[in-house]
C-alpha cells in the first residue's frame, strides 16, 4: 500500500478514492455474477479493522491502515434509509470505534484524529444547463471546516433518466466548468453561457437519484469511465451533505400527466400538416420520450433523440415500433418551437430526428459530447 498523505483531509480523501477506485475498477472488469459495492466497501473496512488489531499485537507499522480507515470515512455516504445487507456507513464507524478501542489499550495514539471528519458545504450551489436543456453541471463548494476548500461538481446527463456520467474535485468552479464544456461540446455549452445559483429544490431533484440506495444502484451499464467507478461513493457522499444542509423542505413530485401533451401534439400536427396521427402512437413516443416535467420534458438533444429511438425500437414489435418513430422528425419540430433552438442546435436535432431507424447499436460513450 503506497504511503498516504497525512495533515490533509482532501489530499487523503483523494488518495484513497483513487486506491480503492482502482480496485473497484478491476474488480468490474472481471466480474461476470456482479458487484455489490455497498458489501464491498463493508468488508474493506473490515479488513482494514483487522489489519491494525493484528499490527497492535505485532508491532507492525499501522499509521498508513489508519488513515486508510478514515479516508473511506470520509468518502462515504450516511445511510439512506433503504434496507441494505450491509451499510457501508456504519460498518466503517464500527471499524473505527473497534480500532481506537484496540490502539486505547495497546497505549498506542494515531497520527490522525480518532473521530469522522467529513467535508461539509461551505457555500451555495451553481448550476450551468447546456443549450439543449438536458445536460447540467451542479457544483457546490465543500471543505473542512477552514481546511482544504473545494468544489465538487456533478456531471448530469437527462437525455436517459438524471444519470450521473462524471464527477470529481476542482480547485475552483472556472476549472469545473471549463472541464465539462470540454465534454459536452463548444456548440452545446460555450464559453459565454455561465452558471446561476442554483435553487435548493433543483438541487435535490438533480441529485436525488444518489441520495437513494437501491437495487438499480448496483447496476453499471458496462461502459462508465475508470473515475466515474472511483467517485461511486464520494459522488454520494457530497450529494447527501449538500442536501442535508438545505432548509427547505422537499416537495412531493406531482404525477407526469400526458395527456395535455399528447393533445397539444396531436393538434400542433393536425394544424400543421392536416394529418391526425393515432393517439396510441403519440403516447408511446411521449411515454418513451422523457420523464421529467415542465421545460426540460422538450429538451431535444441529438441524444436524448437517438435513446427515444433506442427505446422505441428495442421496446415494441417492428411494426408497430416503426409507426411511432416515423412521428419522431414532426415530434422534434414541435419540441424545437417549444424550446426556441435556432442554428446549428436546431439542425443537429433535426438530423437525428430524420435517422429514425435503429441499426441494433448503441453509443458505448457515457460521457458523451452533446
Known sequence: MPDLPAHSPLRLE??????????????????????????????????????????TRTGGQMDDLWRLLHGLAAMTPPPSGEMLRRDP????????????????????APGWPSEIL????????????????SRCALLAPFAWGEQNPHWYCWDIDRCTGDRVVHAGVFASPREALAEWRAA???HAAPASAQPVPCDQTTARDLLDPLCRSDFLDAMLLGIESQQLIAEHFRMRQRARALCDSFTVAPEPKPQHNLNPIIDDFAAWLRDRDDRSPERED???LADNWSRLSGPGYYACSPHRIEHAVVLVADGYIE?????V???????????????GLTGELAERSRQAAANNRWDGSDSMDLRRIE
Not at 467529513?118 to 436543456?133: C, F, H, I, V
Open 282 to 284: 403519440v403516447a408511446t
Open 14 to 55: 483523494n488518495a484513497v478514492v483513487d486506491l480503492v477506485g482502482e480496485e473497484m475498477w478491476t474488480r468490474t472488469q472481471i466480474e461476470t455474477m456482479g458487484f455489490h459495492w455497498n458489501q464491498y466497501l463493508a468488508s474493506l473496512a473490515d479488513l482494514v479493522r483487522d489489519e491494525i488489531q493484528i499490527a
Open 325 to 339: 418513430l416515423d412521428l419522431l422528425p414532426q415530434w422534434v419540430e414541435w419540441c424545437i418551437e417549444r424550446t
Open 319 to 323: 411494426k408497430y415500433a416503426e409507426a
Open 89 to 108: 456507513d456504519l460498518a466503517v464507524r464500527e471499524a473505527i470505534k473497534d480500532t481506537t478501542t484496540a490502539l486505547t489499550k495497546a497505549g498506542i
Open 118 to 133: 467529513r467535508a461539509a458545504p461551505a457555500g451555495e450551489p451553481l448550476l450551468l444547463t447546456d443549450a439543449y436543456g
Open 184 to 186: 459536452v461540446g463548444s
